[in-house]
Protein backbone atom coordinates (compact mmCIF):
# COMPACT_ATOMS: atom_id res chain seq x y z
CA UNK A 1 0.00 0.00 0.00
CA UNK A 2 1.51 3.13 -1.16
CA UNK A 3 1.09 6.21 1.53
CA UNK A 4 1.16 9.08 -1.55
CA UNK A 5 3.06 12.00 -1.79
CA UNK A 6 3.66 15.52 0.85
CA UNK A 7 1.66 17.44 -1.74
CA UNK A 8 -1.27 15.08 -1.48
CA UNK A 9 -1.28 14.81 1.95
CA UNK A 10 -1.03 18.66 2.40
CA UNK A 11 -4.09 18.58 -0.12
CA UNK A 12 -5.94 16.38 1.40
CA UNK A 13 -5.56 18.00 4.77
CA UNK A 14 -6.11 21.38 3.63
CA UNK A 15 -9.72 19.74 2.13
CA UNK A 16 -10.22 18.23 5.18
CA UNK A 17 -9.82 21.76 7.13
CA UNK A 18 -11.98 23.76 4.28
CA UNK A 19 -14.74 20.82 4.62
CA UNK A 20 -14.88 21.59 8.74
CA UNK A 21 -14.87 24.84 8.25
CA UNK A 22 -17.93 24.97 5.99
CA UNK A 23 -19.78 22.44 8.57
CA UNK A 24 -19.08 24.27 11.98
CA UNK A 25 -18.28 27.97 11.21
CA UNK A 26 -21.73 28.95 11.16
CA UNK A 27 -22.72 27.66 14.29
CA UNK A 28 -19.43 29.03 15.82
CA UNK A 29 -20.40 32.18 14.65
CA UNK A 30 -24.31 31.85 15.58
CA UNK A 31 -23.13 30.79 19.66
CA UNK A 32 -20.72 34.02 19.30
CA UNK A 33 -23.46 36.20 18.03
CA UNK A 34 -25.70 34.83 20.98
CA UNK A 35 -23.51 35.45 23.63
CA UNK A 36 -22.71 38.87 22.57
CA UNK A 37 -26.55 39.59 22.45
CA UNK A 38 -26.95 38.37 25.71
CA UNK A 39 -24.05 40.29 27.47
CA UNK A 40 -25.23 43.36 25.90
CA UNK A 41 -28.59 42.62 27.02
CA UNK A 42 -27.41 42.04 30.99
CA UNK A 43 -25.17 45.26 30.57
CA UNK A 44 -28.66 47.13 29.29
CA UNK A 45 -30.75 45.67 31.84
CA UNK A 46 -28.52 46.44 34.90
CA UNK A 47 -27.93 49.93 33.69
CA UNK A 48 -31.86 50.65 33.24
CA UNK A 49 -32.66 49.18 37.07
CA UNK A 50 -29.48 51.04 38.33
CA UNK A 51 -31.29 54.34 37.37
CA UNK A 52 -34.31 53.25 38.16
CA UNK A 53 -33.20 52.30 41.34
CA UNK A 54 -31.62 55.65 41.46
CA UNK A 55 -34.48 57.77 40.80
CA UNK A 56 -36.88 55.65 43.08
CA UNK A 57 -34.92 56.65 46.22
CA UNK A 58 -34.00 60.37 45.22
CA UNK A 59 -37.99 60.73 43.74
CA UNK A 60 -39.70 58.55 46.61
CA UNK A 61 -42.93 60.63 46.52
CA UNK A 62 -43.32 60.61 42.85
CA UNK A 63 -45.43 57.91 40.96
CA UNK A 64 -43.66 55.26 39.29
CA UNK A 65 -45.41 56.30 36.15
CA UNK A 66 -43.88 59.75 36.01
CA UNK A 67 -40.64 58.70 36.50
CA UNK A 68 -38.57 58.72 32.92
CA UNK A 69 -36.76 55.80 34.15
CA UNK A 70 -39.17 53.44 34.44
CA UNK A 71 -40.98 54.17 31.17
CA UNK A 72 -37.69 53.30 29.64
CA UNK A 73 -37.73 49.90 31.31
CA UNK A 74 -41.12 49.25 30.93
CA UNK A 75 -40.29 49.82 27.06
CA UNK A 76 -37.70 47.90 27.06
CA UNK A 77 -39.18 44.82 28.52
CA UNK A 78 -41.83 45.03 25.81
CA UNK A 79 -39.85 44.84 23.36
CA UNK A 80 -37.71 42.27 24.74
CA UNK A 81 -40.94 39.89 25.48
CA UNK A 82 -41.71 40.01 21.50
CA UNK A 83 -38.01 39.43 20.75
CA UNK A 84 -36.11 37.08 22.40
CA UNK A 85 -36.04 33.48 21.86
CA UNK A 86 -33.08 32.45 23.49
CA UNK A 87 -33.83 30.77 26.90
CA UNK A 88 -30.77 32.32 28.64
CA UNK A 89 -32.68 36.12 27.31
CA UNK A 90 -36.01 35.26 28.45
CA UNK A 91 -35.11 34.02 32.01
CA UNK A 92 -32.79 36.92 32.10
CA UNK A 93 -36.19 39.45 31.26
CA UNK A 94 -38.17 37.91 33.87
CA UNK A 95 -35.69 38.45 36.49
CA UNK A 96 -35.41 41.95 35.52
CA UNK A 97 -39.51 42.19 35.05
CA UNK A 98 -39.54 41.19 39.25
CA UNK A 99 -37.30 43.12 40.04
CA UNK A 100 -39.07 45.87 38.28
CA UNK A 101 -42.06 44.83 40.26
CA UNK A 102 -40.01 45.13 43.20
CA UNK A 103 -39.18 48.62 42.87
CA UNK A 104 -42.74 49.95 41.98
CA UNK A 105 -43.59 48.60 44.79
CA UNK A 106 -44.80 51.75 47.63
CA UNK A 107 -42.27 51.03 49.63
CA UNK A 108 -39.07 49.00 47.80
CA UNK A 109 -35.72 47.62 49.92
CA UNK A 110 -33.87 49.38 47.64
CA UNK A 111 -30.49 47.98 49.07
CA UNK A 112 -31.85 44.81 48.89
CA UNK A 113 -32.44 45.43 45.05
CA UNK A 114 -29.18 47.27 44.21
CA UNK A 115 -27.74 43.78 45.78
CA UNK A 116 -29.99 41.43 43.49
CA UNK A 117 -28.89 44.23 40.11
CA UNK A 118 -25.49 43.26 41.07
CA UNK A 119 -25.87 39.70 40.97
CA UNK A 120 -27.52 39.61 37.33
Not at 5 to 25: D, G, I, K, M, N
Not at 60 to 79: F, H, I, M, N
Amino acid sequence: MEMGSLPEWFTACAELLAVCTALFLPQITARHARMESYVRMRRVTKGLLTSFADDRESHGTEPVDELESAKDLQLYLRVAFFALSEPREIELRDEVQRLYRVLARPQPDIAAVRKEIAAL
